[in-house]
């Protein structure tokens, strides 16, 4: 295999088991959520939890950075 199909295949497999874990951790209900429901209609906006996970992602690429 190439060096880009290993990399594609690690994304998705990450992407997998990241959207199998957020079946269980209920990560996208943190104050600061906006949902607002009106008849058959939900909006929901993420800004608490997009927020948590930008800081997870950059302490993480930081932290991979740095020991590289």
Same mark, same amino acid.
């Given at each position: 295999?190439?060096?880009? /199909? #290993?990399?594609?295949?690690?994304?998705?497999?990450?992407?997998?088991?990241?959207?199998?874990?957020?079946?269980? =951790? /209920?990560?996208?209900?943190?104050?600061?959520? =906006?949902? =607002?429901? #009106?008849?058959?209609?939900?909006?929901?906006?993420? =800004?608490?939890?997009?927020?948590?996970?930008?800081?997870?992602? /950059?302490?993480?690429?930081?932290?991979?950075?740095?020991?590289?």
């Amino acid at each position: 295999m190439t060096g880009l /199909s #290993k990399m594609l295949m690690l994304i998705g497999g990450i992407i997998f088991i990241g959207g199998f874990l957020m079946q269980f =951790i /209920s990560i996208g209900k943190l104050p600061g959520d =906006i949902i =607002i429901k #009106k008849g058959n209609t939900t909006f929901y906006f993420p =800004i608490a939890t997009s927020i948590l996970l930008s800081v997870l992602l /950059s302490a993480i690429f930081y932290f991979i950075g740095r020991f590289r």
